[in-house]
């Protein structure tokens, strides 16, 4: 539709905005491929390797210690050994930690009870030294599920809201284009987060509706542009791809600024908040950008085939009409 | 006129700032810190059917009861005991050393029995009037219960018959002890022996004071972090949320010169709000939450980039600056109301499905978006009404616009 402009008399004020400057709108295909190219190999890795779960789903036990000496991580396995646990995951951390010994230390089990949690903790005590505990947990397998169900409805539920608010305040296509761009972050997180294999957590979960909240307050800034430029500048038989094009500019300072100050804190929270939160921020840090790229090359595009869609099914009815009127 | 608009302007900037650094850090320390910020236990209960006692929502109500009776004599502070969804009770525990301990009394049912030599359960735990941890002359650590009138007519009828047998004392079907029956008690008054310590003694007089749980209760979450972690969560946090507030700061001064100025003013009013609606709701800040803040603060920052961006626009179009500025917010204000309300939309599903943490994030998040959007329009508004009413600068450069002789429309200036 962009390559074959119709010829206009008066010059189009969009298309007139548009000269010189690069067309996003019109290249569409080759965002829509760029993100395709991310998704699609993502969505055969969640199927094939899976995520990374934390015990928040999976159920489990984690009990994470200080050592007053560093430990090296073989003779934890040992003790782990002894309780048929040599399959938990060790990690190691914090001050002048190497590859072998540290004295943070992290281990990741099955769910234990109680009694088989204090030997092991005992053990580990009498075989490796003293310690400070620095964090336990432990969570049924049921509570997993739970929150994974939840966290479903509570990303649907929020999808139909939003599409619903659009198009109030809209237009459909408007609603359904602002959520496919909200898919394709949720996609892009889920995808890196399942290529890097890293963990997935409740605050995951979290941070996922973060993105959610993020990326439409960042398409809706568009949209709400478009909406003003059909109503100031569009005549019947403009150029729909310059107007979204001209709207897409008139708000790119915007968009940049705004997606600065949420990276500068995001940012700082990655680089300064500590282990707990890094997971968390990283799955900020990828959402804000791909919330950024997507309402810019992908949501405003969307809307534009959509609307390609409507617009020629309707010029086929109406050249339809034409002919049988002719016959 | 212009001198005074100026003048006020100059005490409300000077006032929110006095106020910013006055009370952002005792604000924001007296807020309550979840147990991943200041150490703690975080505790799940669950209730199962049994045949015997099926779960419903007296049983629940009590089981609550109960555990705020148990956690409250183990006197630990400011502890919160919840109900969540039919057949679930939170119990936090913040700030305890041996977690573990605390743990043990909080799960058990502490079913209490006297059984005669045939194993007939003669007395329950309903039949105790008290319970306390004594310790004997002979240095004996031990339990003195005191029976009701009825219970200490069973005891008495159950030593009575039961001379020079014995008797089994059972927790949860644990014999606690089995003493020797030598005479008749019939004080209604007895002891059981066999506490190693005087806490354990102390820990087993709490279990029979409040009494047992009326259904089968597991645990099936507990979570516990050491105060070094918690102290060390807390400190990153900060160092965060002041380098990210920082460079939002120096961000705005830098792009919108002296509307960035305002802006930062505002940021600061909407900062304390924030902290000071937190506060007054008597919410927990825990560190999602505290991730939630630094979020909003980005976000509250949009507003103001909003408006600044549709004010050069006007300011472009040739619009004085005064005109420029109400053209410019009331165009702002149907795209920050429009945004807004969509990540409004996300974190009230959020609160609404989430638990714990997740719903701390929630809260914060949903009451920041609320708060920017209050700032934005009305204290930003306000204040550049001031400043341009003041008529000192004129310069649209130094509002962070450029000189309106472009040709109408803005250049792509990043």
Redesign the interface.
């Given at each position: 539709m962009s390559k074959n402009k119709k010829p206009v008399q008066k010059a189009d004020p969009n298309e007139e905005?548009m000269k010189g400057?690069f067309d996003i709108v019109g290249r569409r295909k080759i965002w829509y491929l760029l993100s395709l190219c991310v998704i699609i190999p993502g969505i055969i890795c969640m199927i094939v390797k899976g995520f990374n779960f934390g015990i928040d789903f999976t159920g489990g036990t984690i009990m994470?210690m200080?050592f007053d000496e560093p430990v090296a991580i073989t003779s934890v396995r040992d003790v782990m050994k002894e309780y048929k646990l040599d399959s938990s995951t060790i990690q190691l951390s914090g001050a002048d930690s190497s590859v072998t010994e540290a004295t943070d230390v992290m281990i990741r089990t099955v769910d234990l009870e109680?009694n088989e949690r204090?030997a092991i903790m005992a053990t580990l005590k009498d075989k490796l030294g003293n310690y400070?505990?620095?964090?336990?947990?432990?969570?049924?397998a049921?509570?997993g599920s739970e929150?994974l169900l939840?966290?479903l409805?509570?990303t649907l539920?929020?999808w139909a809201?939003?599409v619903a608010?659009?198009s109030m305040?809209f237009e459909f296509k408007f609603g359904l284009a602002s959520v496919l761009a909200l898919v394709h972050d949720v996609l892009v997180v889920l995808a890196v987060f399942s290529f890097l294999q890293k963990q997935i957590d409740?605050?995951f979960?979290?941070a996922l509706?973060?993105i959610?909240?993020?990326s439409?307050?960042?398409t809706?800034?568009i949209f709400?542009?478009i909406r003003?430029n059909l109503k100031l500048h569009f005549r019947r038989g403009g150029d729909i791809t310059a107007l979204a094009n001209r709207s897409i500019?008139?708000?790119?300072?915007?968009s940049?600024?705004?997606v600065?100050?949420?990276?500068?804190?995001?940012?700082?929270?990655y680089?300064?908040?500590?282990d707990?939160?890094r997971d968390?921020?990283f799955a900020?840090l990828v959402g804000f950008f791909s919330g950024c790229y997507s309402s810019i090359f992908i949501a405003s595009p969307l809307w534009v085939t959509l609307r390609g869609a409507g617009e020629s099914r309707k010029d086929a009815k109406a050249e339809e009409e034409i002919k049988t009127e002719k016959e | 006129m212009r001198k005074g608009e100026f003048a006020k302007l100059i005490v409300i900037v000077a006032v929110i700032i006095g106020l910013f650094i006055a009370f952002v850090s005792p604000l924001a320390y007296s807020i309550r810190q979840g147990l991943d910020l200041q150490g703690g236990t975080h505790v799940v209960l669950e209730a199962e059917d049994t045949p015997e006692a099926p779960v419903n929502n007296d049983a629940m109500d009590r089981v609550t009861h109960i555990m705020e009776k148990r956690v409250n004599e183990l006197g630990l502070t400011e502890p919160i005991i919840q109900r969540q969804g039919e057949r679930r009770v939170i119990v936090e525990l913040p700030g305890i050393n041996d977690p573990d301990k605390a743990i043990q009394v909080i799960g058990k049912t502490a079913m209490l029995e006297f059984k005669d030599e045939a194993g007939n359960t003669v007395l329950t735990g309903t039949d105790l009037k008290d319970a306390k941890e004594q310790t004997d002359q002979r240095g004996q650590n031990l339990v003195a219960l005191e029976f009701s009138d009825e219970g200490g007519e069973k005891f008495g009828k159950l030593t009575t018959e039961n001379v020079g047998r014995r008797i089994a004392i059972l927790l949860d079907g644990e014999v606690l002890t089995a003493p020797n029956v030598n005479e008749p008690i019939l004080g209604g008054k007895a002891v059981i022996t066999g506490s190693r310590t005087l806490e354990e003694a102390h820990n087993l007089a709490i279990l029979l004071r409040s009494g047992a749980l009326p259904v089968k209760v597991n645990i099936i979450e507990t979570r516990t972090v050491g105060p070094t972690l918690g102290q060390d969560s807390k400190d990153k946090s900060e160092f965060a949320f002041t380098i990210g507030i920082g460079a939002v700061l120096i961000f705005m001064l830098l792009f919108y010169r002296l509307s960035g100025l305002v802006a930062d003013i505002s940021l600061m009013a909407y900062v304390l709000m924030l902290l000071a609606a937190l506060k007054f709701l008597d919410a927990t800040l825990t560190l999602p939450g505290v991730a939630g803040i630094i979020l909003s603060i980005g976000m509250a920052v949009d507003a103001n980039v909003l408006i600044f961006e549709h004010f050069k626009e006007e300011v472009l179009t040739g619009k004085t600056l005064r005109m420029a500025m109400s053209a410019g917010f009331k165009r702002a204000f149907t795209t920050i109301f429009d945004s807004n309300i969509t990540t409004i939309i996300a974190s009230i599903v959020l609160f609404m499905f989430g638990t714990g943490s997740i719903r701390g994030f929630a809260i914060t998040l949903g009451l920041g978006v609320v708060l920017s959007m209050i700032t934005a329009v009305s204290l930003t508004q306000y204040m550049l009404k001031l400043l341009i009413g003041a008529n000192i600068f004129q310069n649209p450069f130094v509002f962070g616009a450029k000189s309106g002789d472009a040709s109408g429309e803005v250049p792509q200036n990043v």
């Open positions: 905005y400057r994470e200080r109680e204090k400070s505990v620095l964090r336990e947990e432990k969570v049924g049921t509570m929150l939840n966290a409805w509570a539920l929020s809201l939003i608010y659009v305040r409740s605050s979960v979290a509706l973060t959610v909240g993020y439409i307050n960042d809706i800034v709400d542009r003003e500019y008139q708000t790119l300072t915007r940049i600024y705004t600065c100050t949420v990276l500068f804190t995001t940012l700082a929270l680089f300064f908040g500590g707990t939160t968390f921020s900020l | -």
